[in-house]
């Protein structure tokens, strides 16, 4: 079931050549992916699976080779090392246009880290290796090589299982407020009306991924009803995080998927078919949460409350909301008083974990607010550099869903990259207003590599 599955999120190609196996066909056929692409592929699973918990199956201590240093950081190094070395087999996608802004951004950061390393004193060597995050952004490669070598199929393979058991271990977690899941964060919350849920932080796998992934091939292929179940359980952890961001973002991803292919196709029957899978999913989602989920009506009433509460936060700038407005003007005068043109380079507290209260609060005023943090950390010339980021990205996304000719899965990220892009800059309320953050653009870079390769082959004839 998982190989067929995941065969489901194959990339339909162009015309095939006399000499050479097409894109999608070379993802059905497992026995076509190289032993490089497979064992590239087990090298970037790892690194999401160390990084991300191991499920409780093996002790954390495992994974640490020297001092704070584990087996994925190594696997980080060493992949995007090999995928340098390697670039003579994607000069291509690694020339693209579409590539230069991120390579800009490295090089940036490489010099902000060298700066800051001198201004602050630090150990060059050791923090070059505290740098998780940021490294994170380098992946961009290892994926463009992966794409190339045909095994991104083979990824999102090895992938499932791991996303079908940790969102099952983070639903129990949610309920029982019991951590199922290691690495995760659980706290209670009081909500309006003497209400109070548990809210659990991490665990979920890119459980939201395979979620629109199923809701794109619905639309753009065929519905098949067994997938329902799936579905329904890589969706129902995010409405139990009782995070209002993630419902509005997983809204406008959809919307943005029924747009997209209604205006493609042009056709009536298509926009009423994608009303009527829609419709299926919402009661199927409906009936399986009030049917096995304990206390639905209660958590019923916590969503709802949980919404007004968001309300109120707005209308009179308290809680949360409240509090990034206020962190907004804190980061600006840091700026301010610092240099304008390159911020204040990588402070400490963002790559060494805060060990007091004081510390705590002012490392997550600066990750909890996105353009006032990249401005104040990397000055005008960094925010300048981040705004492209956005705009460029957004025109090419753009472009590539005008004028592609299938309907792939490389499509499929450059929609979900797209409305990230309009979520960050129009609607999140956490003020984020760019996707490249604090620490790079390490969540994207998965996004930014599919991009490049599809921007490259928009005639949708693959060059492998």
Known sequence: ??????????????????????????????????????????????????ENGTL???????YFVYRNMRISDFLLYGLTAYSLFNVKEYPRYYNSKALLLPKLLLLYFLFQFAISSIKYDYNFIELFFRLKNLWLCFLVFPFLLLIKRKGLGYLIK????????????????????????????????????????????????????FFLGFIYQWMTKKFRVYQLFLAILFIVPHI????????????????????????????????????????????????????????????????????????????????????????????????????IFIGIGMHPLWVLKPETVEESIYAWGFSDVGWASVLTAYGLVGFIMAVLFQVYYFIISLKILKQSVYNDLLVFFVIVFLSRLIFDSFVNYSYAGLSVGLMGFYSSAFYIAALVFKFENLDGKYDL
């Open 240 to 339: 139990l995080a009782f995070g209002r961001a993630a419902w509005i973002y997983f809204t406008l991803t959809i919307i943005l998927i029924l747009v997209w292919y209604a205006i493609k196709k042009r056709e009536f029957r298509m926009a009423f078919r994608q009303i009527v899978i829609i419709s299926i999913l919402l009661g199927a989602l409906f009936y399986a949460f009030t049917q096995f989920i304990p206390q639905s009506d209660y958590l019923f009433d916590a969503i709802e409350a949980r919404v007004s509460q968001g309300q109120d936060d707005f209308k009179f700038q308290e809680g949360t909301y409240g509090t990034r407005i206020a962190n907004i003007g804190a980061l600006l005068s840091l700026w301010q008083n610092g240099n």
């Open 158 to 209: 090895i992938m499932l299982p791991v996303a079908i058991v940790s969102n099952f271990l983070y639903i129990l977690s949610a309920v029982t407020g019991i951590a199922f899941l290691p690495d995760v964060g659980i706290s209670e919350q009081s909500l309006p009306g003497g209400l109070k849920v548990f809210r659990v932080y991490g665990g979920t796998f890119y459980g939201e991924l």
């Open 56 to 62: 409780g199956l093996i002790p954390k201590q495992f």
């Open 1 to 50: 079931m998982v190989v067929k599955l995941a065969n489901n999120f194959r990339i339909t190609a162009g015309q095939k050549s006399p000499n050479r196996h097409s894109f999608g066909q070379a993802l059905e056929d497992s026995n076509y992916i190289p032993v490089n692409a497979k064992l590239l592929a087990w090298g970037i699973f790892l690194i999401f699976f160390i």
